[in-house]
């Protein structure tokens, strides 16, 4: 075990670096105005440690998460750590029945943001009539709402309307973003993001929506993955650019 003297923390450096990511990836979320006051959730797996999470400090804005202050938590929900800081149940329950079942999951958020919540209390949901939503065009699942999420028996549901998908649109609520790390699900919450935001202001317009045909959809999909043939693995240099620029704002999520 390594220890990290500037945060007075002692853990592996595997969970360290996983530590730094997830705190980087929280203040990246609340400078593009993502966050939800002390409430929503993103959650990593420790990678060297089975069954381990890190989860924000409830009670804490995003602004305010750090590297060493991420409580870790197990499976279901229990922290492992001697954090004198709560974990939200709402929060973690959905995330803990994704984390259990689907072993590519290491990196899940869920987030209220204006633009994706209206698409979600849509009844066509989010339609391809932009660039960014032809990125999800028949990518997406959709789960009817039934409240907070603090049941555990609704897990299963959730885990059988997810389907072979990466996004849960949780109708009326919001959408739940699955990636095999944080970087790859940065992307895809930032590229649904933007589809919302451009769906909405085309819908404001009040004229008729011009829907992109299925053939062009399929080619634009598969052609997605030329983008980062010079960036390497999707998201990498996207979340790399965002953390160097909530650097030059504040450093302190690093400790």
């Known amino acids: 075990m390594a220890t990290h003297l500037r945060s007075n923390i002692e853990c ?8 730094q990511e997830l705190a980087a990836c929280y203040r990246i979320y609340d400078y593009l105005g993502w966050s ?22 409830f009670g804490l804005l995003y602004s ?6 991420l409580v870790k938590i197990d499976i279901d929900g229990n922290k492992l750590d001697d954090s ?10 959905q995330h803990s029945y994704f984390h259990r079942h689907l ?8 987030v209220h943001t204006t633009e994706t919540m209206a698409v979600c209390s849509l009844e066509e949901g989010l339609m391809p009539i932009n660039f960014y939503a032809c990125n999800f065009a028949n990518q997406l699942a959709y789960h009817e709402f039934e409240g907070v999420t603090v049941r555990a028996e609704e897990g299963e549901r959730l885990l059988a309307n997810l389907g072979d998908k990466r996004i849960l649109m949780l109708k009326n609520h919001g959408p739940v973003v699955l990636g ?35 053939e062009v959809v399929a080619v634009h999909q598969r052609d997605l993955s030329l983008v980062n043939r010079e960036t390497g693995a ?13 650097d030059r704002i504040d450093r302190s999520w690093r400790d």
């Open 103 to 110: 072993p590519w999951a290491h990196a899940i958020a869920h």
């Open 12 to 19: 592996s450096d595997a969970e360290w670096q996983a530590r």
């Open 64 to 69: 305010e998460v750090t590297a060493s202050n």
């Open 234 to 246: 999707a998201g990498m240099a996207d979340f790399a650019a965002w953390t160097r620029r909530i």
């Open 84 to 93: 004198p800081y709560p974990v939200n149940p709402a929060g973690f329950t």
């Open 36 to 57: 939800e006051s002390i409430y929503n959730h993103i959650s990593v797996r420790v990678p060297d440690q089975e069954g381990a999470f890190l989860i924000n400090p």
């Open 180 to 214: 095999q790390n944080v970087q790859q699900m940065f992307l895809m919450q930032w590229s649904l993001q933007r589809a919302c935001e451009i769906q909405m202001a085309t819908l404001s317009m009040g004229r008729p929506v011009v829907r992109v045909p299925d």
